[in-house]
């Protein structure tokens, strides 16, 4: 059963203590959500490095990251003397709020009966809900420029500047793999988008009917690819997390925060950002709150609350997906990360856009058009592993000629061993001693003396 969902008609009818209540059940999952996710991230990742991880704090160490924000909550806040105040002090604020706000157009489930109410399970939707996430996101990055100029040491506002310069070549990047799903869905509003991915179709293949797949990670495989390297640049996460750098900046942004209440206020934000790109990447690419195939084949599985329970696995997922690449990659260098924002990511974005676009143009059946919109992905992906397997290969002749030349040049600048280049001599007084024996003191009252 196909459970079509809520529509933009269906939002701004709730009373205002059902929306409170809504607002506070957000609130709560992202704080909850904060605390299990550092624990969860701490014992993957102790796990693929044969360690044990947090496990003296309550039963399996659960209690760790309560333990760790109690500390931060209740540690003296020491703040420097040269700092801006006003701006030291907003910073947090600035980079914590919008990560909140940003989650309030994502749909966790279909409509369903609340106190009495038929209400849908999302905070409310916008007919650009999507460019609202991309707003806040952009509204996020100036607590964390501020931050950095706000302390007034050379770390801080080099990691200011870092994360100016990665979020706009990231975000124009994000932005650009939204186009197609927004091509595909005639809309920008969140719950519709999920509504677009119900299915329905078939391909009639031999005499069998296959349904089509109707999630659009499959027929927009290279916007999706792109929107996940975003997720990470956007974010600050490994192997993008240059504002940070902490092996050149130290602490990168937040150097001058002390381990205090403004400090786990970055720290929140940054997970709150993971949970939210994640959600919006469950939403436009996987079916948002939908029940994966075969769970689908169930009528009831897309109604009720049961849809919570999809959404959430689909959420733990993809954070596990953001714990996996900090286990396994290093950071990059700030030159690496900045010519393959712009000269891989948003060529190859506008190169699939003006396909897509094409293919809808076409104006083909629907099971048709995702059939070649897939195959055309497959083309893509297989053209850039191909060009990214010449290009490493040329990158590592670049650097074993360049490495040559330095050789070379190490050797010329080496002096000449016996019967080499002939060296003239210094035309210098030669002393059969160290030093003149008029210039060395004697005893001790001539040293003494002498320092006087």
């Known amino acids: 059963m196909n459970n079509p969902g809520p529509t933009l008609s269906d939002f701004g009818h709730d009373p205002l203590w059902i929306t409170i209540i809504k607002a506070v059940a957000i609130f709560v999952f992202l704080m909850l959500g904060v605390l299990f996710g550092v624990w969860t991230e701490r014992k993957l990742i102790s796990r693929m490095q044969h360690r044990y991880g947090p496990n003296r704090a309550g039963k399996f160490g659960l209690l760790q ?8 909550g209740l540690k003296e806040d020491i703040m420097p003397r040269t700092v801006d105040k006003v701006i030291y ?7 914590a709020v919008p990560a909140f706000l940003a989650f309030s157009v994502v749909p966790f489930g279909p409509m369903v009966w609340m106190f009495g109410h038929r209400t849908p399970l ?19 990055v100036y607590g964390i420029v501020l931050a950095g100029w706000g302390s007034r040491s050379p770390y801080a506002v080099l990691g200011g500047l870092r994360s100016a310069a990665q979020v706009v070549s990231y975000e124009i990047a994000m932005g650009l793999s939204f186009v197609a799903v927004f091509l595909n869905a005639g809309t920008l509003s969140t719950s519709e988008i999920v509504a677009k991915q119900a299915g329905g179709g078939t391909w009639d293949i031999l005499g069998l009917h296959i349904p089509t797949p109707s ?10 690819l792109i929107y996940a390297v975003c997720m990470l640049g956007e974010t600050n996460r490994v192997p993008f997390d240059l504002p940070e750098g902490e092996g050149e900046l130290v602490g990168g942004f937040h150097t001058e925060y002390s381990s205090s209440l403004k400090f786990a206020m970055f720290m929140l934000a940054e997970y709150v950002n993971v949970f939210t790109v994640s959600a919006m990447a469950i939403t436009l690419f996987f079916g948002g709150w939908r029940a994966p195939w075969p769970i689908s084949l169930w009528d009831g599985a897309n109604t009720g609350w049961w849809p919570l329970l999809w959404f959430f696995a689909k959420l733990v997922i993809a954070f596990g997906f953001f714990v996996w690449v900090r286990a396994s990659l290093p950071r990059v260098r700030y030159d690496q ?4 924002g712009w000269k891989v990511l948003i060529p190859l974005n506008l190169v699939w856009i003006l396909l897509a676009a094409t293919f809808k143009a076409l104006r083909l059946p629907e099971t048709d058009r995702m ?11 297989v053209a850039f592993v191909v060009w990214l397997r010449f ?19 190490e050797q010329l600048r080496e002096e000449p061993a016996a019967g080499g280049f002939p060296v003239p001599a210094l035309d210098l007084p030669h002393y059969h001693g160290a030093v003149p024996a008029a210039r060395v003191p004697t005893d001790a009252k001539e040293v003494t003396s002498g320092s006087n």
Do not use: H
């Open 65 to 72: 990251s309560v333990a760790d924000g109690l500390k931060m």
């Open 89 to 95: 002090l907003l910073a947090p604020v600035i980079i």
């Open 122 to 140: 999302q905070l409310t939707d916008l007919p650009v809900a999507v460019l609202l996430v991309l707003a806040t996101a952009s509204i996020g």
């Open 215 to 224: 999630w659009y990670v499959f027929s927009l495989i290279p916007s999706f």
């Open 337 to 340: 990360l900045m010519a393959f």
């Open 371 to 381: 059939g070649i919109m897939a195959f055309g992905a497959v083309v893509i992906i």
């Open 391 to 409: 290009d490493t290969v040329n990158q590592r002749r670049r650097e074993a000629r360049a490495a040559q030349v330095e050789e070379e040049f």
